[in-house]
């Protein structure tokens, strides 16, 4: 990874061979010291997820709109064209060779997911970094400053910013611009509270 003006401002840990055993113990209800916070406390992360195929994407959307042609929004299969040749394949036919082809394109895009893991840059940090490699104006080109924070904050895995740039030869922008956002996510907004889970989970638990 390249030099780093801040230190180590993201926390990067490269050794995940020790660790302390009470680093994770679940803390007691009541008062926390100050102390105790201390020992707890870790710095937001968040993980950023793409596809890199988005050649899948694209066939992905193409199937689609061939299924508008074929399907009602709500689900309801068109009615044939009455002057089609007999030997024209049925809008119920082509539907179902259509489903099937864009479930064989989902399970190939879920193999091609990368997930990439972000930890931000902490309090005193941010505010200068942000001063030091966030340009100003408006329409300015933030490529670098993207380019820098992806690398600062990514840990699992870790990226370079050479690395980075090698990725956007073969990601296009949308891509890009999801990793340093979601990096930029961490730093700027953190968690605040435990999320709540999918309403749907509380289903599978009576199944």
Known sequence: MSDNPFG???GH???HGEHDPGAHRPLSSG?????????????PERTATICVRADLTAEHDAIMAEMAT???PGGELLADDDEAAVSDQSNAARARELADRDRRVLDEM???LWRVRFRAID?????????KHMPKGKDVDLKDFR???????????????DQVRALRKKFGSGQIDKLSDTAFQACEQGGVD??????????????
């Not at 309090?123 to 001063?131: I, T």
């Not at 380019?147 to 910013?161: F, G, N």
């Not at 435990?194 to 199944?207: E, G, H, R, T, Y």
């Open 110 to 112: 879920r193999a091609n």
């Open 70 to 72: 074929l399907v009602t």
């Open 8 to 10: 180590n401002p993201d």
């Open 123 to 131: 309090s005193d940090e941010w505010p200068e970094y942000k001063k």
């Open 194 to 207: 435990v999320p709540k889970s999918p309403s749907s989970w509380a289903n599978l638990a009576q199944k």
């Open 147 to 161: 380019t820098k924070l992806i690398a600062d904050c990514a840990i699992e895995p870790p990226i370079t910013e």
């Open 31 to 43: 008062l926390l010291s100050v102390e105790d916070v201390l020992a707890a406390a870790r710095l």
């Open 13 to 15: 840990d490269h050794d």
